[in-house]
C-alpha cells in the first residue's frame, strides 16, 4: 500500500485527473507507435477504471468512437461506450458486437488482467486465456490492417501468444512503459497492420 501511495505515477495520475496510473503506459505507447487518430473506432477491453478509455478519448478529439468493456462498474467518460459484463461469456460478448452494430475497430487496446491468486502457473494461465481471447475478438472484429494492444505476462502460454499474434499481424513488438512497475512481469504486445 505504501508504494502504491508514494508511486511517482500514481501521484501523478491523481494530478492530472486520470484514474489511474495504467494511463501513462497507453500514453508512452502511443506517443512511440502512433496508435490512437481521430476518427478511429477503439474497443478498450478490461477498461475499468477507465484510464485508457480517458486517454483514447482524449486523443480522438471528440472525432471516433470508444467502446468499453469490464465486469467491474466503471463511471462514465464522454465518448465512451461502456458495457459492464465478463468478456469470458458468449452473451457479454454478443452484447459488445451488437454495440459494433456490423464496425470494425481500427484499434482493440487490452489492459485485462485476471485477479491474482498468487500462484504464478495458475495467474500465467489465466493471463494466457484473456490473451486469446483478445486475439479471438481481434481476429473477428479488428479491420484489415488494424492493431492491437494486449497486456501479458512473461511465463506460461507467452510463446504461444506471440506466435498466435505473429500469424494475424504483419508486425509485432513488444512494449514495457516506464509506467509499469519493474518488479512487474507484465508487457505488452503490439500487433500491427492485421493481416
Not at 70 to 82: H, K, Q, R, T, Y
Not at 154 to 183: C, H, I, W
Amino acid at each position: 500500500m505504501q508504494e502504491h501511495v508514494s508511486d511517482a505515477f500514481v501521484k501523478r495520475a491523481q494530478k492530472d485527473g486520470y484514474r489511474a496510473r495504467a494511463a501513462y503506459k497507453l500514453m508512452e505507447i502511443d506517443d512511440r507507435d502512433a496508435l490512437i487518430k481521430p476518427g478511429m473506432t477503439v474497443v478498450d477491453l478490461g477498461s475499468a477504471p477507465g484510464s485508457w478509455s480517458q486517454v483514447a478519448a482524449e486523443r480522438l478529439k471528440g472525432n471516433g468512437k470508444i467502446y468499453a468493456l469490464d465486469m467491474l462498474e466503471m463511471a462514465p467518460i464522454p465518448g465512451v461506450d461502456f458495457l459492464q459484463g465478463d468478456f469470458r461469456e458468449e452473451s457479454v460478448l454478443k452484447q459488445l458486437e451488437e454495440k459494433l452494430v456490423g464496425r470494425q475497430a481500427d484499434l482493440v487496446i487490452s489492459d485485462m488482467a485476471p485477479n491474482i491468486s498468487g500462484i504464478s502457473v495458475m495467474d500465467q494461465a489465466r493471463v494466457a486465456h484473456l490473451v486469446e481471447l483478445a486475439l479471438e475478438f481481434s481476429r473477428d472484429w479488428l479491420k484489415p490492417g488494424g492493431n492491437l494492444l494486449v497486456k501479458v505476462f512473461a511465463g506460461s502460454g507467452y510463446e504461444q501468444n506471440l506466435k498466435a499474434m505473429r500469424e494475424m499481424f504483419g508486425q509485432v513488438a513488444t512494449r514495457k512503459p516506464k509506467a509499469s512497475r519493474d518488479r512487474s512481469s507484465e508487457t505488452f504486445l503490439l500487433g500491427l497492420k492485421k493481416r
